[in-house]
């Protein structure tokens, strides 16, 4: 059995691609998979085109935490279910599994988010 290859690029190249990506995290274990909005899952959509800046990915990511924040606020009940899963099999978890989630996730990219500023300044271990 061969040992795996390290990627030949990093899995985010800028940091738009990051931000793109946790808004449509938030988005889909939020408003998707809690409170059962239909439509497409953004995090399958993810795409960074030459036109995407950096300011349209901070307002996006802004305005998505602003509707968990305000979903968050108006809960009576932490513990109680949403709507469904993202997991396939999964049952569907409650607002506070999903807010841990997304502390987690964002916790992950923070490091794709390190190397990136890396890249651009060279300092390491900031």
Request: glycine share 6%; charged share 30%; with cysteine.
């Amino acid at each position: 059995m061969n040992a795996p290859q390290p990627r030949e690029s990093p899995a985010f190249r800028r940091g738009e691609e990051v931000n793109k990506h946790l808004t449509a995290v938030e988005h889909d274990w939020v408003m998707w998979a809690y409170r059962g909005e239909t439509g497409p899952r953004r995090e399958r959509q993810v795409r960074i085109t030459a036109d995407d800046t950096v300011a349209q990915a901070v307002a996006a990511y802004r305005e998505m935490a602003q509707r968990t924040t305000e979903i968050a606020l108006a809960c009576d009940d932490l513990h109680r279910p949403g709507v469904r899963s993202l997991r396939e099999h999964g049952p569907a978890p409650s607002l506070r599994w999903v807010l841990v989630h997304l502390v987690e996730e964002t916790a992950r990219h923070a490091g794709h988010a390190d190397i990136l500023r890396e890249q651009i300044d060279g300092a390491v271990g900031r």
